[in-house]
Structures are given as C-alpha cells and as structure tokens.
C-alpha cells in the first residue's frame, strides 16, 4: 500500500481523536419498586404514579429540528429481578401499519416503538427491544456503534414479555424483561438509552434523544441516560438448558434414496458473572431456520448469504467484524457445518458439538472464543474438522476498540482424500477500528497473515478504511491488499492478489418547502490491480449517480456506470455452461441505471430497479422488483421478480435469466405462524417450495413442521423432498 496513502489516513484518525465527547443531555431515573406489576398493557398500576418518564421526544424525519408532533413517554422501574417499561404512543387515529404478528418485525414500514440499552456504556453495542400496538415483540442486537446495517441484527432471542392496549388517539405497552436478558457489570447505577419511533399515520419518525437525519435512527452516538435509583446486583439465573428433538423424513428422487431420522441434542446458556455466556451446543440442529433466499449471480465470484443459524448470531460481531466485509473477511459464520461433495455441489457437514464464549472481562475489554467440532464424511472426502477462535477487542479513547483474533481450522484424522497441504490454515491478525465521539468520523485498519503448510510468502492480508459524515458532506477513502498465497478456510474471500483502491464523495442538498426532503450527487471511482503481475490494472468502475429521499418516503436513485474487465480466466456470463469468453481479453462497457421505491407505508408498495448497458462483448438488460401488500394484521404478501437479459454475439451464448420468489406470511396469532417461500431459478436449475409452521407455545420454546420440496426446472423433474418436526424447549434452572 502506498506510504501516502496510509500517512494520510492515520492523520485523518489523529485529527478525528481529538474531537469533544458526545456528554449525554438528557436522563431520567429508575426507580425500584417492590409494589406488583400487572403485564397487561394498561398502566393503571400504582407503581407508574411515581415512575420517571424519558419524554419530550424529537421529529427525526422528515425535520429533525423540532419536538415531535405526536409524542411518546416511557417510565420505567425495576427490582431484583426485572426491568418494567411503561409506554404510552400518542397517534392521529388508530388506522395503524402492522406487516404481521410475527415477532421479529420490520420497524421501518410501520407502527412500533424501540428501546436501546448501551449497558457497558461504550458508545458501540447495545440490546434492542421493540413493539407494536398490537403487542408484537422484537429483540436484536447493535454493535459497532450502529454506523450501518450489518452491526443490525434482529435474528438474537431472548426470553421477555409485553402487551399492548389500543386508545383512540394513543397505545400503551407494557414489557417485562428480565436482568439476565441484558449483560452489564455488578454495581452498575447507569446505562446509556435512547428509543426510537416510527408513526406511519403522521408521517413520522422521532428520537428521544435528537439525532441528525445524516446519522441512523438506531445509532449509539446519540444517547441520553438511565440512572438507577441503586446500583444493579448480580445475576440470578446462571443457566438456561435448550433441548430439543426433530425427526425427519428425505429422499432423494434421482438416486433414489429414501431415509428416516431421529435426532436428540440441544443448547446450554451459562451465565458467567453479570457480563460472559458460555454457550454450549450438542449435536445442533438448524432445520427450523428459513432457507437462503436465492440470488442472480453474474459475477465471476461467490456471494455471501448472512447467518441465520442462532448459535452463531449472539457477540457475533466480536468474531465477525475484523478485516474487509466484502473483499476479506478473515471469519465468515457459514463456512462451519458446510462443505462441498466430491461433484462440488454444497451440502451440510454435520456439527458435533461446540462451546463458545464471549462478552465483557472488564470496563473495557471483550473476550471471545469459541471450537467447533466437525463429523466426518468419507463417501464425500469431507474430513473431520476442529474449528476454533480467539478474539480479544480492547476499547480506546472514547468509542474506538484495538481487536487481535487467532482462527484455525485443523483436520482430525489422517485420511488419505486430504491433501497435505489442506491440513490446516491458521489466520491472526490485528485491527484499529474507529469511531470518533461525534460519529463524523469512523474507519478501520488491519493486518492480517495466513499460515498454511508449504506457504511461505505473500500470505498478508492489509486494509484501510476512512469515513466522513456530515450533514451535506459524507464520503469514504479504501485500500485493501490481499497477497496472491492468503487463505482463510473459515471466512470469505472473494479473490485473491489484488490491490484495491476506492474513494467516494457526496454532497447532500436539504432543500425548505419543497415535495423532496434530501438529494444528493455522488461519484465513486474504484480501482483494482494485480500485485504479482507488475500492478497490471485488472478492473475499474466508476459510478456518478444522483438520489433522491421524498418527505412522502419514495425514493429515486438514477445512475451511469463505466467500467473496465479483464479476464485472466475464461468465464460464461450466462453461467449456462456455453462457450467461456476467452482468457486474457479486456472488456469497456457502460451501463444506466434506474430505482424507485414506493411508500412502504401503504397497505400495497414496490420497488423497481432497471439496468440497461453493455455487458462484456454485448448488452444486458435487467430489471428487478419486489412487490408487497399487507392483509392485516394477519398476513404479509409479497413477490420477488429479477428477470435478466444477456445478449452476447455468436458464438457465445445469450440467456434469458429468470428468479421469481413469492412469499406467503400469515400470522394466526402472536404465537403460531405459518411462513411459505417459493423461489424459482432457472440459472439455479431450481424450483424450491420452503413450509415452516412455528407453534410459540412458551416463551422461546417452540415447535416446528417444515416442508421443503425441489424441482429441476429446465426439463422440469423432481430432485428432492424433505419434511422436518422439531420441538425445542426452553428450561430456566
């Protein structure tokens, strides 16, 4: 990486420390009680006549300088054991946006309320808790200070309780959750909490604490604080057991092979202190979890599917988080408990079992670690794996963190279908991730080295990272660097020997009375170049676009792609195993793009993305769009369309690519749900029917029948059937 390069972002980092601390503004006491709470929605209990309100809410969109116009108030107490939260929503009416009654909701498209818990007061993680008038229920997690979605995550679980009262032009809740749902330090008096509100009636978004509309709504720069009336005292649930029991039906249509199983394991949650979990896992089992969407891939490269897999989801930014997401990911969830066959098609390689740990040693330090056992499969030439981690993140200046992670895979067993050379990969490495105390700086910079055996050199893996965010300025500078020899076995790396350099700017225009709320113009040129052969210049993009957010919520983005490929392999565009576009050619095309978003508010809204340009050596014409309606509160409708048109001269091939994936959702009541996925691809060769009927019949225990059903479809014959029942039990002890 070039020296100018890296001395002008760490000056950019050095200029970005030396910023005021974000002092929280506003606070409110918690008091204990030891009077009873009724959870029913209404507060009519005595205890809330004493109870202090976080109140006085701020419009966030589509103003974000004034008090709110429809206004929120939420009181809360506490005793040894709970946390009481006491909500009262001020509406226009009682005409509220309800997607379904599944838990797990989406928050931006219609009625609900937030909560933000930052326990260790850090500025970079916190619990989410969030619910609807009709007493729905969400929980998540937010790490890496809530900068952008993928320190987002709804799939964590935990056991609480909440109900929910309709008014004429008002809602109350009431939500019970549990200490041990949090993680915090004994003889804490303080948290930082901010909250969130989405009014689709009014057409407003709001924040208890004010946010910028430049920064996200769910973002930990701006909080206020909850002070305890007296300090919190120690955990008293240490453990949570998690059985379960599934038996399962498959066969394979084109074998054919037909077979019945019984399996038995489960999970152990151990509380250690108020601020670690060990999680324990036996013979897991992950048939209940949805199935992959499936995507149009017309790139030479894998795409990353997120984790959906519980076990793996809770701290998982301790282990998730270092290097580059996209180019180089040193640890990537989904590589353990799958591997290829020997026709290279994926398939599940059974976990054994698996410990992990992870959470707050001190004030400031994080400890996560984790070994997973993998099951060996010979007919498949799948070795038995141990797959381990350690990662340690210390906090620095006010919200920045120095994280160190030590990953290996090694294989057990001495079987003759394993190369010497895929014996083990072993990656440490160490990262620099900042975020300045007013959030208008962040950025990320890492070293990493791999070790495999008989590679010896050019096996480092180097980035930086810098970002600005203002309110009418934003932008970010990236280099990344990938030996030509660096392998990380158990995460994503989507190619090897590259140097890459991008840097983006925007300028953002708030226009007074007029139907847009912000636009802006932007320009991203990105650049990659090939190491070992002389810095040989491999592909180039450069995007000029220009957006548009309507105070309505539609949403426009227009816009012109020029780019630049050349191929050191042959590849088919199509993917329909037709003639490659030869190896060592070069490729200028250009290419248009269109995007609209309807209003999600309404009952029905879509989306449409339209590309128009060349494509290699010919033309390619994609639109994709999704469409929704809700029927509620009972049902959630909606249809995935991508249809792409490649069109290359003779004799190489041309293809009509088709996805279309509808989604049934329908929610009987708060606790049994039936969700249907259809999706089919033609690139894929697929048709796949996905049924997942969840009965709640406790709190986090659950009982499961899926079915899942696969066609090939260009000569339309069946592949394969499955039916799943699984019970799962969630036992305090």
Request: net charge negative.
């Amino acid at each position: 990486m070039s020296p100018r390069i890296w001395f002008l972002l760490v000056c950019l980092s050095l200029t970005a420390l030396v910023r005021g601390q974000q002092i929280p503004q506003k606070s409110f006491t918690v008091k204990f009680t030891d009077q009873p709470i009724v959870l029913d929605g209404i507060l009519d209990d005595a205890a809330w006549e004493g109870a202090e309100s976080a109140k006085d809410f701020w419009e966030y969109f589509p103003v974000d300088s004034i008090q709110a116009r429809q206004q929120s108030d939420i009181k809360m107490l506490f005793d040894d054991t709970n946390l009481y939260i006491g909500i009262r929503v001020n509406t226009a009416g009682r005409n509220y946006a309800i997607q379904s009654l599944r838990r797990d909701f989406r928050a931006g498209n219609s009625d609900n309320i937030t909560l933000l818990f930052d326990t260790f007061n850090d500025g970079n993680n916190a619990f989410l808790f969030g619910t609807n008038p009709y007493g729905v229920q969400r929980e998540g997690l937010v790490s890496g200070g809530g900068l952008d979605l993928s320190g987002f995550t709804i799939s964590w679980d935990v056991k609480w309780k909440g109900e929910s009262q309709i008014y004429d032009d008002y809602y109350t809740s009431e939500l019970v959750i549990p200490l041990t749902s949090f993680k915090f330090r004994e003889g804490e008096t303080r948290w930082r909490f901010n909250s969130y509100r989405f009014d689709t009636q009014s057409n407003e978004s709001s924040t208890w604490v004010q946010i910028p509309q430049n920064q996200n709504i769910y973002g930990l720069t701006f909080m206020g604080e909850m002070v305890f009336e007296k300090p919190l005292g120690r955990s008293r649930t240490p453990m949570a057991l998690i059985p379960y029991v599934n038996t399962s039906w498959f066969q394979d249509r084109e074998t054919p092979l037909e077979e019945t199983n019984f399996k038995v394991g489960g999970d152990a949650k151990i509380s250690i202190g108020n601020s670690m979990n060990l999680d324990v896992t036996l013979n897991p089992d992950f048939s209940q979890v949805e199935v992959d969407d499936q995507v149009t891939n017309l790139t030479r490269f894998a795409i990353a599917l997120p984790e959906k897999r519980q076990f793996f989801v809770d701290n998982n930014d301790l282990f998730a988080s270092f290097g580059d997401s996209r180019d180089a990911n040193p640890f990537f969830s989904r590589r353990i408990g799958i591997a290829e066959d020997t026709a290279g098609n994926t398939i599940e390689n059974r976990i054994l079992a698996g410990v992990r740990l992870s959470g707050k040693v001190n004030d400031k330090l994080r400890l996560g670690f984790f070994n997973i056992q993998t099951e060996e499969d010979a007919a498949n030439e799948i070795a038995a794996n141990n797959n381990s981690m350690l990662a340690l993140q210390q906090l620095v200046f006010s919200r920045s963190n120095i994280g160190f992670f030590l990953l290996n895979r090694q294989t057990i067993g001495d079987n003759d279908f394993v190369l010497p050379e895929d014996r083990y990969n072993r990656v440490a490495g160490i990262d620099y991730n900042l975020i300045s105390a007013d959030n208008v700086w962040s950025g990320q910079y890492y070293l990493h080295k791999s070790f495999s055996p008989g590679v010896e050199s050019k096996d480092w893996s180097a980035g930086a990272t810098m970002r600005y965010n203002t309110r009418r300025w934003n932008g970010f500078a990236k280099a990344v660097y990938l030996g030509e020899n660096f392998e990380s076995d158990l995460g994503f790396v989507r190619r090897n020997d590259i140097f890459k350099g991008l840097f983006n700017i925007s300028h953002v225009f708030w226009p007074e009375n007029s139907i847009i709320n912000n636009h802006s113009f932007g320009i991203t040129p990105v650049f990659i170049w090939q190491p070992s052969s002389d810095m040989l210049r491999t592909d180039y993009t450069i995007r000029t676009r220009w957006e548009a957010r309507l105070r309505n919520q539609q949403e426009i983005r227009l816009q012109w792609n020029n780019e630049y490929t050349y191929l050191f392999d042959s590849f088919d565009p199509t993917r329909s195993d037709g003639l490659e576009l030869p190896a060592d050619t070069d490729y200028y095309y250009n290419s248009a793009q269109i995007q609209y978003q309807s209003d999600r508010r309404r009952i029905a809204s879509y989306s449409v993305e339209t590309t128009y340009g060349d494509f290699f050596n010919g033309e390619r014409l994609s639109v994709e769009g999704q469409f929704s309606v809700r029927i509620q509160p009972k049902a959630f409708i909606s249809m995935q369309l991508n249809y792409d048109k490649i069109s290359l001269p003779d004799p190489y091939p041309s293809a009509d690519i088709w996805l279309i994936a509808p989604r049934f959702e329908l929610t009987f009541s708060r606790s049994l749900f039936l969700n249907t996925l259809v999706q089919y691809s033609n690139q894929r060769d697929n048709l796949g029917i996905n049924a997942r009927l969840q009965w709640r019949f406790a709190p986090l225990s659950d009982l499961f029948f899926v079915y899942t059903d696969n066609y090939y479809v260009n000569q339309f014959s069946p592949r394969f059937r499955s039916v799943n029942l699984k019970l799962t039990y969630w036992l305090n002890i």
